[in-house]
């Protein structure tokens, strides 16, 4: 389970998550993007305190950035801990890689997407989820 607490700063606002980024986790995210008020337009996501994510977490992570885009924020996820920082580049292909780094460029969100919805059996948790050109 995931908990959130979330810090307006005038036009922005720190999301700082704790626990663990699974399958239940991801309505908790979608819950805050939906209460985020209106003036923000930067959102910061701290992972610090989040020490698993497994494809369903990271399935709903990248459902979050597609809807936070569409509504025209920012997002920068920082504070990758060891185990989400592995799994994220061991799903990439790139082992050992500090693949948080690329994590914001549509191409790779959508490399990410695909891998984690096999690793949950092809089954897709994002269902709304549309391809950037």
């Known amino acids: 389970m995931i908990a959130v607490d979330v810090q307006p700063y005038g036009n922005s606002a720190?999301?700082?998550a704790s626990g663990e980024l699974d399958g239940h986790g991801g309505h908790v995210l979608d819950e805050v993007l939906d209460?985020?008020?209106?003036?923000?337009?930067?959102?910061l996501v701290d992972l610090r305190a989040v020490r698993f994510m497994n494809a369903?977490?990271?399935?709903?992570?990248?459902?979050?950035?597609?809807?936070?885009?569409?509504?025209?924020?920012?997002?920068?996820?920082?504070?990758?801990?060891?185990?989400?920082?592995?799994y994220l580049a061991e799903l990439a292909g790139i082992p050992g890689s500090p693949a948080?780094?690329?994590?914001?460029?549509?191409?790779?969100?959508?490399?990410?997407?695909?891998r984690a919805q096999a690793a949950c059996g092809?089954?897709?948790?994002?269902?709304?989820?549309?391809?950037?050109?």
């Open 14 to 16: 720190l999301i700082t």
């Open 56 to 86: 369903q977490g990271l399935l709903a992570l990248l459902e979050v950035h597609r809807r936070a885009e569409i509504l025209g924020l920012r997002m920068l996820v920082t504070g990758w801990q060891t185990q989400p920082q592995r």
């Open 122 to 133: 092809g089954h897709d948790f994002a269902d709304s989820w549309q391809p950037l050109a």
């Open 100 to 114: 948080a780094e690329r994590y914001a460029a549509p191409g790779f969100r959508r490399l990410l997407h695909d």
């Open 35 to 43: 209460g985020i008020p209106l003036d923000v337009r930067d959102l």
